[in-house]
């Protein structure tokens, strides 16, 4: 069963901003027009999730959450020593 529909994601989204307020803004000054997959991978990093945890609440598959991963760190500039997460919680 999908754990994330569209109701879900809104109030996610909600308290997520509730909680890290300069979150988004910050994204959006560091990734132009980022896509809503590439924002909610950065959220779920934010709060510490896993690929499996973050393929679960999206209900696809681990392969394609790290799919999302590469493109981002890809988009970014970010080296394979570079921490994808350090990058996204310097954002908080």
């Known amino acids: 069963p999908a754990l994330f ?3 879900g994601e809104s109030r996610f989204r909600r308290h997520f901003k509730a909680l890290y307020p300069e979150f988004q803004k910050n994204l959006k000054k560091k990734i132009e027009n980022p896509t809503r997959n590439e ?3 950065c959220m779920f990093i934010c709060l510490g999730e896993s690929v499996d945890g973050i ?3 999206l209900s696809i598959e681990p392969g394609s ?3 999302i991963r590469y493109r ?3 988009k970014i500039g970010l080296d394979k020593n570079d921490s994808l ?3 996204v919680k ?3």
């Open 85 to 87: 997460e350090e990058w």
């Open 39 to 41: 924002e909610l991978l």
């Open 72 to 74: 981002l760190r890809k």
């Open 90 to 92: 310097s954002l908080i």
């Open 65 to 67: 959450v790290r799919m």
């Open 5 to 7: 529909k569209t109701e």
């Open 55 to 57: 393929s679960e609440i």
